[in-house]
């Protein structure tokens, strides 16, 4: 049989990752599709791939969430993290309001950001009053 087996494994940054047994895998790959913009019908051809394809696409999320993971505890909080854009557009704290320039340098950035990142951070940037602090912001700019 030509099928992958349950028994593979990726390199990932923090080592190597042995695939999970089937229902374990089949667990992870709905978590996956759930953590994705994606119509059902879509996520249903994506069950119906053959266990080697998603065996891939699974890998490489954990990969990317596992650099994501990295990225977060190797820099500081301002170096693109949802906490790093909050707490940006609330530079100055206690009631000051960031300078002009610095503000719309973080908005630019930001128009950016949440294409490059996963749902997952789209959801901490909201889960932060991130949506909130933007238009308490914006008059700064007039």
């Given at each position: 049989?030509?099928?992958?087996?349950?028994?593979?494994?990726?390199?990932?940054?923090?080592?190597?990752?042995?695939?999970?047994?089937?229902?374990?895998?089949?667990?992870?790959?709905?978590?996956?599709?759930?953590?994705?913009?994606?119509?059902?019908?879509?996520?249903?051809?994506?069950?119906?791939?053959?266990?080697?394809?998603?065996?891939?696409?699974?890998?490489?999320?954990?990969?990317?969430?596992?650099?994501?993971?990295?990225?977060?505890?190797?820099?500081?909080?301002?170096?693109?993290?949802?906490?790093?854009?909050?707490?940006?557009?609330?530079a100055g704290g206690g009631g000051k309001r960031p300078?002009?320039?610095?503000?719309?340098?973080?908005?630019?950035?930001?128009?950016?950001?949440?294409?490059?990142?996963?749902?997952?951070?789209?959801?901490?940037?909201?889960?932060?009053?991130?949506?909130?602090?933007?238009?308490?912001?914006?008059?700064?700019?007039?």
């Amino acid at each position: 049989d030509a099928r992958p087996t349950l028994t593979g494994s990726v390199s990932l940054p923090a080592g190597p990752l042995e695939m999970p047994d089937e229902a374990e895998f089949n667990a992870k790959f709905e978590e996956f599709l759930t953590g994705r913009d994606i119509p059902e019908a879509g996520k249903e051809q994506m069950r119906l791939m053959p266990l080697e394809s998603k065996w891939k696409l699974l890998q490489q999320h954990m990969q990317d969430e596992a650099k994501i993971a990295e990225k977060r505890v190797s820099t500081d909080a301002s170096a693109g993290s949802a906490e790093g854009f909050v707490q940006q557009l609330m530079a100055g704290g206690g009631g000051k309001r960031p300078e002009p320039a610095k503000l719309a340098a973080v908005l630019s950035n930001l128009r950016v950001a949440p294409t490059n990142e996963p749902m997952s951070w789209i959801v901490d940037f909201k889960e932060r009053k991130g949506l909130s602090v933007i238009p308490n912001q914006l008059d700064v700019l007039h």
